[in-house]
């Protein structure tokens, strides 16, 4: 299977500052044939389901802020929230879907500092 | 509009069995493959199984295989986990999930979820 780990687990961020996760694989999830990366972002806030903000590493959902942004290639990737809102305090989860079974970070907890 | 709705979850035993269903609305349901994701109180996620758009391919967790069936109803829009052999490391709230595309694994669509608790 396939070992996603996220740093750090967790992180304080003051009201509009950048926050940054990082999620790294334990092989490349990046698919030779169409030269995609097979990576996703979730949010989850207490109570609820994940949310999807990210697929394909970079390509954000509709209706996610622009806020938002992922990057990275192969076996490293990032999420960054260029200026935290307190409505993004939330747990977030990278997932590779490139083979099966799919699997998860351990998440990153954001909190406002 | 996409929905889901999970029904089922409950308190059994360990060693006893239980089936959760998963209704869908606003989307060809047949045309899509779905998943099971659990989440365990307090603890991340993780995939539990999933089943093509046809019901003709299914895939499992090491964790559920042998224990666990994923099966779908096209004529009814539903989706359904059989679980059997519960053990406590099973307790989870169980997700159902759509994915974006008509196949693979980044999930669009959640339901809300439902509460298994295996315990005596």
Do not use: H
Not at chain 1, 58 to 76: C, H, I, K, L, M
Not at chain 2, 11 to 38: D, H
Not at chain 2, 57 to 85: E, P
Not at chain 2, 101 to 109: I, S
Request: aromatic share 12%; net charge positive.
């Amino acid at each position: 299977d396939i070992v996603m780990t996220q740093s750090p687990n967790s992180l304080a961020v003051s009201l509009g500052e950048r926050a940054t996760i990082n999620c790294k694989s334990s092989q490349s999830i990046l698919y030779s044939s169409d030269n995609k990366n097979y990576l996703a972002w979730y949010q989850q806030k207490p109570g609820q389901p994940p949310k999807l903000l990210i697929s394909w590493a970079s390509a954000r959902e509709s209706g996610v802020p622009d806020r938002f942004s992922g990057g990275g290639s192969r076996t490293e990737f990032t999420l960054t929230i260029s200026s935290l809102q307190a409505e993004d305090v939330a747990v977030y989860y990278c997932q590779q879907y490139y083979v099966t079974p799919p699997t998860f970070g351990q998440g990153t907890k954001v909190e406002i500092k | 509009e996409v929905q889901l709705w999970e029904s089922g979850g409950g308190l059994v035993q360990p060693g006893g069995s239980l089936r959760l269903s998963c209704g869908a609305s606003g989307f060809t349901f047949s045309t899509y493959a779905m998943s099971w994701v659990r989440q365990a109180p307090g603890k991340g996620l993780e995939w539990v199984s999933g089943i093509s758009g046809s019901g003709g391919s299914t895939y499992y967790a090491d964790s559920t295989k042998g224990r666990f069936t994923i099966s779908r109803d096209n004529s009814k829009n539903t989706l359904y986990l059989q679980m059997s052999s519960l053990r406590a490391e099973d307790t989870a709230v169980y997700y159902c999930a759509k994915p974006r595309g008509r196949d693979g694994y980044n999930w669009g669509n959640w339901g809300q979820g439902t509460l298994v608790t295996v315990s005596s």
